[in-house]
């Protein structure tokens, strides 16, 4: 049965139809309106380095990416040549050393923090990175 059937069958019940009925037919036989485009955007400086994502038309420089990446939101990303090229992310170790600066701990248990009056090792974190 049409749309505009099932509105006059409704209309032309005995009983009557109260506003709210009406207004339902009406905006059941109205046509779905085709939802906006749905587009994802990365803004970035002349460098190529990322500003920002962005489902916004904004001002500057921009490449159009899928919604994976999108939603990722990398920053370990640069943009050569029109295209989005991945930065492989460099090793990074870090472990505490003793030495002349950091937090002072009991010589035996490096957990116990203790007051720098007292017998101590001082500890401090070092970063070593690598490709």
Not at 3 to 26: C, G, S
Not at 33 to 57: I, K, N, T, W
Not at 103 to 112: A, G
Request: charged share 20%.
């Amino acid at each position: 049965m049409s749309t505009q059937r099932l509105i006059n069958t409704a209309m032309d019940w005995p009983r009557t139809v109260n506003e709210t009925e009406e207004n339902f037919w009406k905006a059941w036989a109205e046509p779905v309106p085709e939802p906006a485009p749905v587009f994802f955007r990365l803004y970035h400086d002349e460098h190529g380095r990322p500003l920002s994502y962005s489902m916004e038309h904004l001002p500057g420089n921009y490449i159009d990416i899928d919604a994976e990446t999108y939603q990722l939101s990398s920053r370990r990303v640069q943009v050569i040549d029109g295209k989005l090229v991945h930065i492989a992310p460099k090793k990074t170790v870090t472990k505490l050393v003793p030495g002349s600066t950091g937090t002072p701990c009991v010589p035996s248990n490096i957990s116990i923090v203790v007051d720098p009056q007292q017998p101590h090792t001082k500890w401090s974190l070092k970063s070593h990175e690598s490709d």
